[in-house]
């Protein structure tokens, strides 16, 4: 059972800046893909960036170039730092946990276990 927490979301000016953090319980953080994805109201939950346990990253189009994952296995924590924000960016952000997750199925919800309870960011224009 793997536990996550998100941090970091707030409101913050188009062109500005934020770092979104998910803190995970368990001491097998390492052997986990990590996932960000987000949601807007009235949409369906989108892919945002993934890392895997080795450390390779993908992103969705809307924000290569904008946002970068990262992880710290010493601290069990995974990053998403969010720059040049938009007002489309406005969304909960989630953290998602896949064991050993590789591939495709990271760019989709349906590929994770574990979820946690999002953080709101909203971008004004």
């Known amino acids: 059972q793997v536990q996550l927490v998100e941090s970091g979301g707030g409101l913050v000016q188009a062109g500005g800046s934020l770092r979104l953090s998910c803190a995970a319980s368990g001491r097998t953080f390492s052997t986990y893909a990590m996932g960000w994805f987000r949601q807007a109201p009235g949409k369906e939950r989108e892919f945002v960036a993934a890392i895997t346990s080795g450390g390779s990253t993908n992103y969705a189009d809307s924000v290569k170039g904008r946002f970068t994952i990262s992880r710290d296995n010493a601290k069990n924590t995974v990053y998403l730092q969010m720059n040049s924000l938009k007002p489309e960016d406005t969304a909960v952000y989630y953290c998602?946990?896949?064991?050993?997750?590789?591939?495709?199925?990271?760019?989709?919800?349906?590929?994770?276990?574990?979820w946690g309870q999002g953080t709101q960011v909203t971008v004004s224009s």
């Open positions: 998602a946990a896949d064991y050993l997750g590789y591939g495709s199925r990271l760019f989709r919800p349906t590929g994770y276990d574990y």
